[in-house]
């Protein structure tokens, strides 16, 4: 259907300011709208684990002689899930595209924790509109994160109606569904749920490359920092269970994966949710060390429950690697009171202190917005103390953006724009300072390096990441791809090293 026959379809005036809910009555296809106030609530229903996903026979052969593209925006929980929607499209016959032009279906898996994130999506979505007005039977879908905000559906409703479908990130599995409904309705489709509590097993996966892999632990987020979308658009904490995690590790490093990447919004409170059973985080990553895959990451990390037996598992090394991604926001703690991250400077200062006791090798890298409302001066120089004082290896920093429905934004603010740009640049020159600093020390030293391909600028000159995540660019024959090798380290770049290989340490399983 083309944009013309949707318009008279739907009847919906762009300029009408009606809410979701208005629209329903003018669809007869799936309409289910999302809501941040049902989002908000967190039920005491138990978690419920659906290990038998397949795909219907009734669907297959959907996607024959057509293509799919995902644009995928976001944290690593996207990437992943669109690993996982890819695997879906495949299963249904579609193949992949790398470019619009020849994509019969086209995904925007999006992403809502800041503005310009979302600014961005908007802006994609308008450039498609020429390309639906050419082809009518291409399919446009927005999925991920700003679809389970009601704004966003409502804009796109009034205002983008050459979008084809909106469906959330719960329900992701469901694709076949909401794109048969796309073929054969006449209206948009939007199916977005807002509460969520299940844990769907089995879905298939079409991982992007062969030698990293992202490998999701646990969902959701029940953290609520007063700034934060997430737990929101992604539902209630819900742990996968270990076994099927060890299974998927154990299958990985089977496959020849040299890196895992465990991934949760908030992994340390891994297994919190389980009622059977007493198992942590470190509880699982000491069962993971043991899996021979050569390096083992987790993100994002939680201060708050970050607990001892957790650091007592990552001092063992091995295959864990000695680099911590801790997002510590502010280091002040008035402002970290506001923002309900529940630790104080002093406390997250001292869990440095003990992770660096216990890992004394270890990098830690680190998260920080800046400009919260009412942040004052002396404020953010605690932030800059802070970071000095912990020597993070690198963070990445962000202006304070609220997000509707978040407690926060409906906080007076009394910071002007300007100040907060000026307090990210001399937040940043701090970083870039401390981040030159560490980079500088591995002049002369030699690295193991995982090679992951030819560098982005040059294609003569490979490159890889040590287990610290720090990336170097050295001369290496190709066949050293997917291997780990060591490089002595010529030269210290503003954001890379630049080395020589040595020797390679490992073949490839
Ligand atoms: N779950 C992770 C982070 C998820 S979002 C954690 O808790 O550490 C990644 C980062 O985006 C956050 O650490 C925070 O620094 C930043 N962020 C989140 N909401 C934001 C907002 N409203 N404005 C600016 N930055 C934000
Ligand atoms: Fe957002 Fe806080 Fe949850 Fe991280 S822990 S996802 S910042 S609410
Ligand atoms: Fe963005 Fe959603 Fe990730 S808001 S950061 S894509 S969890």
Same mark, same amino acid.
């Given at each position: 259907m083309n944009e013309k026959q949707r318009l008279e379809n739907t009847q919906v005036n762009p300029s009408d300011k009606k809410s979701a809910k208005d629209y329903s009555k003018y669809f007869e296809t799936v309409y289910m709208p999302p809501s941040l106030k049902d989002a908000k609530k967190r039920g005491k229903e138990e978690v419920k684990y659906h290990s038998d996903f397949k795909i219907d026979e009734q669907f297959r052969g959907m996607g024959d002689g057509r293509k799919f593209y995902i644009r995928t925006y976001g944290c690593q929980m996207n990437e992943h899930d669109t690993e996982v929607m890819s695997g879906i499209f495949m299963a249904l016959g579609f193949e992949p595209t790398d470019s619009v032009e020849d994509a019969n279906v086209i995904l925007l898996n999006t992403c809502a924790i800041r503005e310009n994130a979302e600014n961005k999506v908007?802006? *994609?979505i308008g450039h498609l509109k020429a390309l639906k007005r050419e082809r009518p039977d291409l399919l446009i879908g927005v999925c991920g994160c700003m679809s389970q905000e009601e704004s966003v559906v409502n804009k796109i409703l009034? /205002?983008?109606?050459? =979008?084809?479908?909106?469906?959330?990130?719960?329900?992701?599995h469901r694709l076949p569904y909401i794109l048969q409904e796309a073929y054969l309705s006449k209206a948009m489709v939007v199916e977005v749920w807002s509460k969520e509590g299940d844990v769907i097993e089995n879905l298939p996966k079409v991982r992007k490359g062969n030698i990293k892999a992202w490998v999701n632990i646990m969902y959701g987020c029940d953290k609520f920092c007063t700034y934060c979308i997430v737990p929101y658009t992604r539902g209630k $904490?819900?742990?996968?269970?270990p076994e099927e995690i060890i299974q998927e590790v154990r299958h990985l490093a089977a496959q020849g994966y040299q890196e895992i990447? #465990?991934?949760g919004q908030n992994v340390n409170a891994y297994g919190k949710d389980f009622e059977d059973i007493q198992y942590g985080l470190g509880d699982l990553m000491d069962e993971i060390r043991k899996i021979d895959v050569a390096r083992i990451r987790f993100t994002t990390s939680h201060p708050r429950d970050f607990d001892d037996h957790l650091i007592e598992v990552l001092a063992k090394g091995g295959n864990l690697v000695d680099h911590i991604h801790?997002? %510590?926001q502010s280091g002040s703690t008035e402002i970290l009171k506001i923002m309900a991250r529940k630790y104080?400077? $002093?406390?997250?200062? $001292?869990? %440095?202190? /003990? =992770? /660096?006791?216990a890992i004394p090798t270890v990098? #830690?890298?680190?998260?920080?917005? =800046?400009?919260? !409302?009412? *942040?004052? $001066? *002396?404020?953010f120089e605690e932030t800059l103390s802070l970071y000095r004082e912990v020597g993070f290896d690198s963070a990445y920093t962000f202006i304070y953006s609220p997000r509707e429905g978040t407690p926060a934004a409906k906080m007076q603010d009394n =910071? !002007?724009?300007? %100040? /907060?740009k000026e307090r990210l640049q001399r937040l940043n020159a701090v970083v870039n300072e401390l981040s030159a600093q560490k980079l500088k020390e591995y002049e002369g030293k030699v690295v193991e390096v995982l090679v992951e391909g030819e560098s982005k600028n040059n294609p003569d000159v490979l490159a890889g990441y040590t287990r610290k995540s720090k990336l170097v660019n050295f001369k290496a024959p190709k066949s050293a791809i997917g291997k780990l090798v060591k490089v002595k380290i010529i030269e210290a770049k503003t954001w890379s090293l630049n080395g020589e290989m040595i020797e390679e340490v490992a073949e490839v399983k």
């Open positions: 908007f802006g *994609e009034s /205002k983008h109606q050459h =979008v084809d479908m909106i469906f959330g990130t719960h329900n992701i $904490e819900r742990s996968r269970r990447t #465990l991934l801790l997002p %510590v104080t400077r $002093e406390q997250y200062l $001292e869990l %440095v202190r /003990k =992770v /660096k006791e990098s #830690l890298t680190t998260d920080i917005i =800046v400009g919260y !409302p009412n *942040e004052t $001066e *002396e404020q =910071v !002007p724009m300007e %100040v /907060k």
